[in-house]
């Protein structure tokens, strides 16, 4: 396992280091999508391949992983995806079976068990990105049909509250979606490489960042507790900074081993930033950003 970076002193612990490598052992990864970190410092990181959710620590230590079950026979499993977290700290995952012909939301606690299987409104329907609303209590989540992208506001058990949005589809580039601190709905564009925002209601506000300026797709997204938008956009390891109403404030390079790609990011409750370069199976950990 890819381990740098981990030292004792100060100021080798205050370095970007990276965890993972390829692999099917605890510890290693096969496809490392996305990721999410729990008020404890747990980082959660979906390993597609592997069909689990794997939990290390904030020093890239594996502690435990889980199959990503749907229901419960422990064979009947998903490819995860996306990944979220609740105030009672249980997993939200999105993921498709093996045959990528439908999806699932499914709630986890932290250690696993399974608490719940949502499924899409049409058999054949797969999900996408998925954010948790701590205030509301509610899952948003992208489903994706057979030529476009929607957005649907869910309650935990799934009933449906609004769904709203249509984006194009394309199957080979996530769709990502975050809750900014004044309950707007954010809305990865990858066509264009844009964000875009929505209230409550599912109206469309504005849209921020693409427009030529990025040559990928946005691959990940998340908002931090200060309420700046993290967007990261695929190849070349590059993570940008947004305000919560789209200006641009800077841009982080992620020059740490072999950083080909930005994909899932995620901060830590300490204002760590996570990233998970899903192309070469390793997560990233900037202690400050």
Request: one cysteine or more; a negative charge; proline letters at 4%.
């Amino acid at each position: 396992m890819a381990d740098h970076g981990i030292g004792n002193n100060e100021s080798e612990q205050m370095k970007p280091f990276e965890f993972g490598g390829p692999g099917i052992e605890p510890g290693n990864l096969a496809g490392a999508i996305d990721v999410v970190v729990s008020p404890s410092n747990e980082i959660f990181v979906t390993d597609l391949e592997n069909r689990r959710v794997q939990v290390f620590n904030m020093k890239g230590a594996y502690l435990r992983h889980f199959a990503t079950v749907v229901s419960e026979d422990e064979f009947d499993t998903m490819l995860p995806s996306n990944i979220a977290i609740d105030a009672d700290c249980h997993l939200w995952v999105s993921g498709n079976n093996v045959n990528d012909t439908t999806g699932y939301v499914v709630q986890y606690t932290k250690t696993g068990r399974l608490i719940r299987t949502l499924h899409p409104s049409f058999p054949n329907n797969t999900f996408d990105g998925i954010a948790v609303d701590l205030h509301r209590n509610r899952v948003i989540v992208a489903e994706n049909w057979r030529d476009h992208t929607e957005v649907k506001v869910l309650l935990f058990d799934g009933t449906v509250v609004r769904k709203f949005g249509k984006l194009q589809y394309n199957r080979y580039w996530r769709t990502s979606v975050a809750i900014d601190t004044s309950g707007n709905i954010l809305v990865t564009d990858w066509k264009y490489g844009d964000v875009n925002v929505y209230n409550e209601a599912g109206q469309y506000l504005f849209s921020f960042g693409g427009n030529g300026m990025f040559a990928d797709p946005v691959g990940g997204m998340c908002v931090d507790s200060s309420g700046q938008v993290i967007v990261s956009y695929g190849h070349g390891g590059w993570v940008e900074l947004y305000t919560e109403g789209g200006v641009h404030l800077r841009s982080i390079h992620l020059v740490v081993g072999n950083m080909t790609s930005a994909d899932g990011v995620a901060v830590g409750p300490d204002g760590q930033l996570v990233v998970t370069n899903a192309p070469d199976d390793v997560v990233v950990v900037l202690p400050h950003y």
